[in-house]
């Protein structure tokens, strides 16, 4: 017996693909299973999407099964036919042996689609390369080229929001809570090295590299915490950057703006030390650098300088530090010389 419409209002893509009316439809529909369907869809328009996407999943799942002989085939059929008239006629033994293969395939097709649906994504750049994502919420993320980000396929509604980012990036955070007390669902949490960043609808930069992990808010509101640490989160203001090292975690007022200009092709310097400017070089391309004087590293930088050509963006930071910069490509060096 079919389930009511108004059970399936709440139904998330992981329930309907474990609804067994659901698989049965798809599987094998027939014109009454169509109607009810297409009436649960029409009363709850938000469902179009899940259930579109449940049956593409269940219909790309294929099983090898062995093909009857005409002998089996007209046996079944015929126990089917029996069954149809009689209730009380008895259940061959050969109908019996496939009607548990046949719920055997269930099984497997219900395992098959659980793994893939739960399977969390992980979504990495290569070195040079940006990369915009859009979360399950409609969050925006800007992966920073080196980067990673993990999170789950689906995320259910009753349950915390989480992102796990290794490398950088940029975040901008759909706002969910309005008013009153603040939901689970509402909570949104970024993961990155020993520091967990707490959301509700913000925009900011995470930058977790060479053992040090930094925070910048563009606007809105977040808390800081540590794995493992109890006590107070820290707060942050829009305009704070907060850096945790060497087991501190430290907050001072930055222009997060630049700080944050690398997601919109450009690098914004503001009395920087050339030794983070080649760091960032070998974590985001991917070059060792190599300088033959240490003096070169004390030097200093102020200034914006477009990322969209590497060879230009060498060119326009060693004028600035007149410097040589120049790159083997056999080696993948960014050899560094004063002139």
């Not at 006629?89 to 098959?112: D, H, M, S």
């Not at 009153?180 to 609808?201: A, M, P, S, W």
């Not at 983070?276 to 070059?287: H, N």
């Not at 590293?297 to 060879?311: A, C, D, H, I």
Request: glycine letters at 6%.
């Amino acid at each position: 017996m079919k389930k009511q419409i108004n059970v399936y209002e709440t139904y998330t893509l992981t329930e309907l693909i474990n609804d067994q009316d659901f698989l049965i439809w798809v599987l094998y529909p027939d014109e009454q299973s169509n109607f009810h369907w297409q009436s649960i869809e029409d009363t709850y328009p938000h469902l179009s999407g899940p259930i579109r996407q449940g049956k593409t999943i269940v219909q790309s799942m294929r099983f090898e099964r062995e093909d009857l002989s005409l002998k089996d085939q007209n046996e079944i059929w015929n126990t089917i036919q029996l069954e149809t008239i009689s209730r009380k006629t008895p259940v061959r033994k050969l109908w019996y042996r496939y009607a548990a293969a046949a719920v055997l395939a269930g099984v497997l097709l219900g395992i098959g689609i659980l793994y893939q649906v739960n399977q969390p994504i992980a979504i990495n750049t290569p070195y040079g390369k940006l990369k915009t994502i859009t979360l399950p919420d409609g969050s925006l993320v800007t992966l920073n080229a080196n980067s990673t980000i993990k999170y789950d396929r689906n995320w259910d509604k009753n349950e915390i929001r989480e992102v796990w980012i290794d490398g950088e990036a940029f975040l901008k955070v759909k706002h969910l809570n309005t008013s009153g007390k603040v939901l689970d669902r509402e909570r949104f949490v970024v993961h990155t090295g020993d520091v967990n960043v707490e959301v509700l609808g913000t925009s900011f930069n995470v930058n977790d590299r060479r053992g040090r992990t930094e925070v910048a808010l563009l606007e809105g509101k977040i808390s800081l915490g540590l794995n493992g640490a109890a006590g107070k989160p820290l707060v942050l203001a829009p305009g704070d950057i907060a850096a945790f090292e060497h087991g501190k975690l430290l907050v001072k007022p930055i222009n997060v703006a630049q700080y944050a200009s690398w997601k919109d092709g450009k690098l914004n310097f503001n009395n920087v030390q050339a030794a983070k400017i080649f760091d960032y070089f070998e974590d985001v391309y991917g070059y060792k650098v190599i300088v033959n004087d240490p003096e070169i590293l004390k030097k200093r930088v102020s200034g914006s300088m477009s990322t969209q050509n590497e060879e230009v963006l060498f060119k326009t930071l060693g004028m600035a530090l007149n410097l040589n910069i120049n790159l083997n490509k056999n080696t993948n060096e960014l050899m560094i010389t004063s002139k």
